[in-house]
């Protein structure tokens, strides 16, 4: 089974969501540096590349995102064909029962869960009638339990 490695961010220069492949740019080690040397910091890109056909050159453009909003694709698409990514939230029908949850990635069980403070964390793919309603960055009152 092959499935498609994508990535989400907002972009640093006007706050609009990307997708493409991720890229942490780390700046060089600097061996000798002044009192006053400031090093920089990482900076997360998403690339997006252009079509190119017999041999002609592929243009790729390093957008610049925030690396606090990045999230991994699922694999998984909502019911209306809308890819779920990290940091969406979700509402789905589990058995029967309708909840609303964070999407996060487990990194010892390299599983997508679905949760939020009413109930325990579900497998991503057991939830049927998936539905994304927003993310984590955009709408975090969609978490808040009334």
């Known amino acids: 089974m092959h499935r498609a490695i994508w990535y989400r961010g907002k972009r640093k220069d006007n706050g609009e969501w990307v997708c493409g492949h991720y890229?942490?740019?780390?700046?060089?080690?600097?061996?000798?540096?002044?009192?006053?040397?400031?090093?920089?910091?990482?900076k997360s890109y998403i690339l997006q590349t252009g079509f190119a056909d017999w041999n002609?050159?592929?243009?790729?453009?390093?957008?610049?995102?925030?690396p606090e909003t990045v999230g991994q694709y699922t694999g998984q698409d909502d019911k209306n064909g809308i890819g779920i990514y990290e940091g969406d939230i979700a509402k789905a029908d589990i058995y029967g029962k309708e909840f609303?949850?964070?999407v996060q990635y487990s990194q010892g069980l390299g599983l997508y869960y679905l949760s939020d403070m009413a109930r325990s964390d579900t497998e991503l793919w057991i939830c049927e009638e998936k539905e994304v309603i927003g993310n984590i960055h955009d709408n975090p009152e969609l978490l808040e339990v009334e």
Do not use: N, S, W
């Open 23 to 42: 890229y942490e740019h780390q700046p060089p080690m600097q061996c000798m540096t002044p009192k006053d040397y400031v090093p920089e910091k990482p």
């Open 56 to 66: 002609m050159p592929r243009p790729v453009d390093f957008i610049e995102v925030d």
């Open 100 to 102: 609303a949850g964070l």
